[in-house]
């Protein structure tokens, strides 16, 4: 029975805690909060999580878990295509598997934060989940623009398609701008499409100047 209490405490304390620090921020948050709205005492964290910044990365870790995914199913979908067909998959899968993913709008909020005002967490993300997720982009494009990877035109394009992208996430701008996007599918394939298009029109400007 303590194991199961033990794990509830747990789940309890990392759900708040999800939620708070996404809102927030670290720096914001304090364990008391955290735990009072978990029904949890300061020590639950202590055992659960060593400190404060063990709770924020084990927080963390469930942010990247999603974003690894993301990542994969991009690759996945690209598996044996031609480079332009690899970025089109890629852009398709992000756009529908964040929106898709609603309950999950705490980790783009949480990535936000910490963007903002860096934890010394960051690192975990940009090994886990931003380097990864920016080379495979690199790859792509670098084949298409016939240039090595490390191409300062690459760099340049990767950071405009995620630009995109990003713009196109769930947020109280894009609900304004673009409320279609929450419940039709063919919005998302319109999107989609019209980033693709828009991101490889510039690619093959870069191409021929």
């Known amino acids: 029975m303590s194991r199961t209490r033990d794990a509830e405490t747990y789940d309890r304390l ?5 939620r708070l620090f996404a809102a927030r921020g670290f720096k914001d948050v304090t364990i008391r909060e955290i735990c009072r709205a978990a029904r949890a005492n300061v020590a639950a964290v202590n055992y659960h999580f060593g400190d404060k910044l063990g709770l924020y990365r084990e927080v963390l870790n469930k942010a990247i878990e999603t974003m690894q995914a993301t990542t994969e199913a991009a690759r996945q979908a ?9 970025l089109r998959a890629y852009i398709r899968v992000f756009l529908e598997r964040t929106a898709a993913q609603s ?9 936000t934060e910490e963007m903002a005002d860096p934890t010394p967490a960051l690192d975990l993300v940009i090994d886990q989940v931003i380097r ?8 792509v494009i670098a084949e298409m623009l016939h240039v090595p990877p490390d191409d300062e035109r690459v760099l340049r394009c990767v950071m405009s398609v995620q630009a995109q992208c990003f713009a196109s996430m ?31 029109g510039g690619i093959d400007a870069l191409r021929t100047a």
Not at 14 to 18: C, K, M, P
Not at 176 to 186: A, D, G, N, Q, V
Request: glycine share 4%; no cysteine.
């Open 170 to 200: 769930k947020s109280a701008v894009a609900d304004r701008f673009m409320p279609e996007l929450s419940s039709k599918t063919p919005s998302i394939d319109a999107l989609a499409a019209h980033i693709a298009s828009f991101s490889l």
């Open 132 to 139: 990864p997720r920016m080379n495979y982009l690199m790859e």
């Open 14 to 18: 990392l759900e708040v805690a999800a």
């Open 103 to 111: 309950g999950d709008s705490w980790i783009h909020q949480l990535m």
């Open 78 to 86: 690209g598996t044996g295509l031609e480079a332009e067909q690899k």
